[in-house]
């Protein structure tokens, strides 16, 4: 297999790996994927996201119908990213993709709450031991000997069930013994090489070649240092060299003797033959051993391959699915039904908002949340609904919660919401307000939208204030053949406007529902009841921002200004209004 074939991997991208980490190293990256290898390797980081994510999940990444479905899809995969546990977690959960059959989502299900719910039951000391195994792991590159090293850590915690299992079935005193053994020994291009401490006998040679090569060129100061001593003859002088350079360098007399030169021409050539020849045997026998100590290795290593490969498996998984368990534990994240139609959610939240957020429950299509006894009990049956409601009335953090929820249950995730139900789609179309007014945004945001109903597979559109990008009267016209091909499609909509009650005739299967404001704080902040109400239009109510304006202008004039625009909105209204913030 050559890089290119990869999607996204073009010519000059081919070239940068393969001058930079060489092919079938860049080719295990991806399959691995590794955003850092690549980004280490010049590949942008955005980039490499793409080309893992096309590697990964080409059968899933079609269901990302528009950019901002792709936007909503980043957001969820970068929070959910920062609760990995290790570096190659986080990459694993940046490259997640739509999952192609509803097999892959139940089964990631599974696996995910599983974690999450071993995650939640972990006292304080296990869950900081094991983020301390995962640390080390990413501390020392992600090696097979990491991963052994982190395999024993989780079973000497003693971790149970899913997913720990995985490290539980492996033979812990297999791992202990290849433990040292993994650290020690590394096959380069050069042959093997064992690593300092692995060997007393090794580093002590090691040692010794290394101090005789650093007496290799100080021959002369050897011999006026003997000779100061008062020798002067041949025998004596070369008998006292051989004992100072056992002395600096702590090699044995009897090696330094051997490799003494038995035809030198003087003093001089004694010394440096002698120590040419020491070095030669010392690297002779570094070699020898190296390669003894290496054969010794690799055996253990080999006696034990079958659990360090299911060690270095388990713990990348683990951590992969940790990772996702502690994100489904911080927004309580729960299990989804999967159905053939229809989205539907009590108690939905969105996981981009901070605070004490209002949940919502809302459903479009066919769904069971249907229960009366139930304080909120959406409608059933209909394909499109167009919500209304007050600005700031979060009418579009609705659709981008939709949004979340459609995309996580894609990918196998939990949802942000207390029950939902979310049916098959092959294409989730998410369109913000762009406030843009000109024919260039109409036709691409058309180009956008409409191809997606009209292809195979259900659709899923959630299109927010279509009106802002054409005349009024003309964006009621498209936005009531929007809702009629969503129908005919038989896909499923939410769209949200303001001009709902210029949308007549809506199908049969197409209802109204509205957000309520409902007055001003006492501090004039807009109060806004955020469930919509089914089957109602709701109400911008400008009275109550113009309230805020006239109860916060200081310049006399500039009241006056809004006081005229009370007086246009509904000066009673207004009044009541500053009236009621006044009891408040």
Do not use: C
Not at 218 to 224: L, M, N, Q, S
Not at 284 to 305: H, N
Not at 503 to 530: C, H, K, M, S, W
Request: net charge negative; hydrophobic share 45%.
């Amino acid at each position: 297999m050559r890089v290119e074939e990869f999607w996204g991997i073009g010519p000059k991208t081919a070239a940068l790996l393969r001058e930079s980490i060489g092919e079938a190293d860049a080719i295990a990256a991806i399959e691995s994927a590794d955003i850092r290898t690549l980004a280490a390797a010049g590949v942008p980081r955005g980039r490499a996201v793409r080309i893992l994510r096309r590697a990964s999940g080409t059968d899933g990444i079609g269901v990302l119908g528009t950019g901002d479905t792709r936007d909503v899809y980043d957001e969820l995969l970068s929070v959910a990213s920062e609760y990995a546990l290790t570096n190659h977690a986080a990459d694993r959960i940046r490259v997640l993709t739509p999952l192609p059959t509803r097999e892959a989502m139940a089964d990631r299900l599974d696996r995910v709450l599983a974690a999450k719910a071993a995650w939640i039951d972990l006292n304080d000391n296990d869950r900081d031991r094991v983020i301390d195994a995962f640390d080390a792991y990413d501390d020392a590159g992600g090696t097979d000997s990491a991963a052994v090293e982190a395999a024993l850590e989780l079973d000497a915690v003693g971790l149970a069930g899913e997913p720990f299992d995985a490290v539980a079935g492996i033979d812990s005193d297999a791992l202990q013994e290849a433990k040292g053994a993994l650290g020690a020994v590394q096959e380069t291009d050069d042959g093997v090489v064992v690593a300092e401490g692995a060997d007393d006998k090794l580093d002590a040679l090691r040692a010794e070649r290394d101090a005789a090569a650093d007496l290799n060129n100080a021959a002369f100061d050897i011999i006026e240092t003997v000779r100061s001593d008062g020798v002067r003859d041949m025998d004596a002088l070369q008998a006292g060299v051989i004992e100072y350079i056992a002395s600096e360098t702590g090699i044995e007399p009897p090696r330094v003797r051997s490799a003494g030169a038995d035809d030198a021409v003087d003093a001089a050539d004694f010394v440096s033959q002698t120590l040419r020849a020491l070095v030669g045997d010392l690297e002779s026998a570094v070699d020898e051993r190296e390669e003894t100590v290496a054969a010794e290795l690799q055996d253990r290593i080999g006696a034990a391959d079958a659990d360090v490969t299911a060690a270095v498996t388990a713990i990348g998984d683990i951590a992969l699915e940790i990772s996702l368990g502690r994100f489904a534990a911080a927004f309580d994240l729960r299990r989804p039904e999967l159905v053939d139609d229809g989205l539907a959610v009590r108690n939905a939240r969105n996981l981009l908002l901070d605070g004490d957020v209002q949940p919502i429950t809302y459903a479009v299509g066919n769904h069971g949340l249907t229960d009366t006894a139930r304080p909120l009990s959406p409608p059933t049956g209909d394909r499109v609904a167009v919500l209304t409601g007050a600005n700031s009335g979060g009418k579009t953090t609705l659709l981008e919660t939709l949004s979340q929820v459609a995309l996580l249950a894609a990918m196998g995730l939990p949802v942000p919401a207390d029950e939902a139900e979310v049916g098959q789609f092959e294409t989730i179309v998410f369109h913000r307000r762009h406030a843009s007014f000109n024919a260039g945004v109409l036709e691409s945001t058309l180009k956008s939208i409409v191809p997606p109903l009209t292809g195979d597979g259900r659709t899923l559109m959630l299109v927010d204030e279509f009106e802002a990008i054409t005349e009024p009267g003309r964006a009621a016209d498209l936005l009531n053949g929007l809702v009629s091909l969503t129908v005919d499609q038989s896909a499923l909509g939410v769209y949200v406007t303001h001009l709902a009650d210029d949308l007549n005739p809506l199908p049969e299967t197409a209802r109204i529902d509205g957000i309520f404001a409902e007055g001003l704080d006492p501090e004039l902040d807009l109060q806004v009841d955020y469930q919509p109400r089914f089957g109602t239009v709701g109400k911008s109510t400008p009275e109550f921002i113009v309230s805020r304006l006239v109860a916060n202008a200081t310049d006399r004039a500039e009241r006056a200004g809004f006081e005229s625009l009370a007086a246009a909105v509904g000066e009673e209204a207004v009044q009541r209004t500053l009236s009621d913030v006044a009891w408040q």
